[in-house]
């Protein structure tokens, strides 16, 4: 599986919208890129997944540039429920090789 | 629905000896995988089961075990506890291979 990198930490206000961005440069074609979050004490959640094109849930957008090597993951309006490690997987197989993430804070 | 539930929740056991971790997949799940969580780093897969067979399995040595029941609820046994075997071990279940997995709220296990 590809390797991500994310910025260890980000800030965001509630009711902002949070921009969390991840490099994955080496992606193959049939990877796919997932975002999880993790809650403290709490197992991981799954938020979204997406191939090329950009996706969207009730939970956020995912954003893939045109040559897959990058990927934003927005929260649209914040709250302070969403203060998680948010994680950006590249999956090709059928594991989550996970990174260490980015801890997003939602502050009031 | 209960979603994917592990038990117990917290273990306390001593250098060497050894333990069973278990997990119900969510109802309708035939695929169940582990993962181990130290403190402040991502989980890492131990291995996935699926049809009562270990599919795949990450960098863990022979001391780490598993089992998959017809039922499709999951053991994971580690053996000859080690200190640095502390960790929250985390089950997933999810349907083959769709997308989308659902984790449980792991066992905290400590090793004194």
């Known amino acids: 599986d590809a390797k991500t990198t994310q910025p260890p930490s980000m800030d965001c206000a509630e009711g902002r919208a949070a921009n969390l961005p991840c490099n994955h440069s080496t992606i193959s074609g049939n990877e796919y890129v997932y975002w999880y979050r993790q809650i403290h004490s709490q197992g991981p959640q799954y938020i979204i997944h997406?191939?090329?094109n950009n996706e969207t849930n009730e939970m956020a957008s995912l954003i893939i540039t045109e040559d897959r090597k990058s990927s934003t993951l927005i929260l649209p309006h914040a709250t302070l429920r969403d203060t998680a490690v948010y994680y950006c997987i590249v999956k090709g197989g059928s594991r989550l090789t996970f990174g260490e993430g980015t801890q997003l804070t939602v502050n009031p | 629905d209960a979603g994917v539930t592990q038990s117990p929740t917290h273990l306390i056991k001593t250098r060497g000896q050894q333990v069973t971790l278990r997990c119900s997949p969510k109802?309708?799940?035939?695929?169940v995988s582990w993962y181990q969580q130290a403190l402040g780093q991502g989980p890492q897969f131990i291995f996935q089961?699926?049809?009562?067979?270990?599919?795949q399995r990450g960098n863990f040595p022979d001391r780490f075990s598993g089992h998959q029941f017809p039922n499709y609820s999951s053991e994971l046994n580690v053996n000859a506890l080690l200190l640095g075997d502390s960790a929250l071990y985390l089950c997933a279940s999810s349907f083959s291979d769709s997308f989308e997995a659902f984790f449980g709220q792991g066992t905290r296990l400590t090793v004194v």
């Open positions: 109802s309708g799940h035939d695929t």
């Open positions: 089961y699926y049809e009562e067979e270990e599919r």
């Open positions: 997406g191939l090329k």
